[in-house]
T-cell receptor, first 113, second 114 residues
Framework: AQSVTQLDSQVPVFEEAPVELRCNYS??????LFWYVQYPNQGLQLLLK??????LVESINGFEAEFNKSQTSFHLRKPSVHISDTAEYFC???????????FGTGTSLTVIP | ETGVTQSPTHLIKTRGQQVTLRCSSQ?????VSWYQQALGQGPQFIFQ???????GRGNFPPRFSGLQFPNYSSELNVNALELDDSALYLC?????????????FGAGTRLSVL
């Protein structure tokens, strides 16, 4: 079985400051890892994913995440946040068969002007 | 290409009733997954359908059932509604081919059980 733990339920940060949203997973098999973002009253949108290869993955809007197998982590980072980054962020894991997804409980990122 | 659409957007039911939620998958996608997202929680996987067959199931009782149609649209049915079934129900579609494929989510149906 797989599970995901997001260590911070709420993260307030000032605009243009760096941020890290933490995610740890547990699994007995190889996994794929994802970060999704959810804006108010909307569905989830994919931010970035790790399947294989380079352990550092980047999104088009400046977020990046690093897969650390030894620490079973997939933390999300951004060097400088904007007001528009205020949203709920979810870490997710799935096996390579892809027929079950496991989400964390989410981290609410609030960017303060 | 059209995105994932869900209907209705909001629904109010009473305990013991039955409900059907609908989802139209994104063009070219033949895999549909359903999730329950309680307030303040992450989405919980209910089940997945691929080519009209259930392809995986989370830890939900049998009163949660589904269908997928030849055009790959899908329904989630919940019988004997309980108060704890109040949640946002999300549908996601994806292309076939395993766990690496991106899931595209609809905006969800918010179900309130009174």
């Amino acid at each position: 079985a797989q599970s995901v733990t997001q260590l911070d339920s709420q993260v307030p940060v000032f605009e243009e400051a760096p941020v890290e949203l933490r995610c740890n997973y547990s699994s007995s098999v190889s996994v794929y890892l994802f970060w999704y973002v959810q804006y108010p009253n909307q569905g989830l949108q994919l931010l970035l994913k790790y399947l294989s290869g380079s352990t550092l993955v980047e999104s088009i809007n400046g977020f990046e995440a690093e897969f650390n197998k030894s620490q079973t982590s997939f933390h999300l980072r951004k060097p400088s946040v904007h007001i528009s980054d205020t949203a709920e962020y979810f870490c997710a894991v799935t096996s390579n068969t892809g027929n079950q997804f496991y989400f964390g409980t989410g981290t609410s990122l609030t960017v303060i002007p | 290409e059209t995105g994932v659409t869900q209907s209705p957007t909001h629904l109010i039911k009473t305990r013991g009733q039955q409900v059907t939620l609908r989802c139209s998958s994104q063009s070219g996608h033949n895999t549909v997954s359903w999730y329950q997202q309680a307030l303040g929680q992450g989405p919980q996987f209910i089940f997945q359908y691929y080519r009209e067959e259930e392809n995986g199931r989370g830890n939900f009782p049998p009163r949660f059932s589904g269908l997928q149609f030849p055009n790959y649209s899908s329904e989630l049915n919940v019988n004997a509604l309980e108060l704890d079934d109040s949640a946002l129900y999300l549908c996601a579609s994806s292309r076939p081919g395993g766990g690496g494929n991106i899931q595209y989510f609809g905006a969800g149906t918010r179900l309130s059980v009174l």
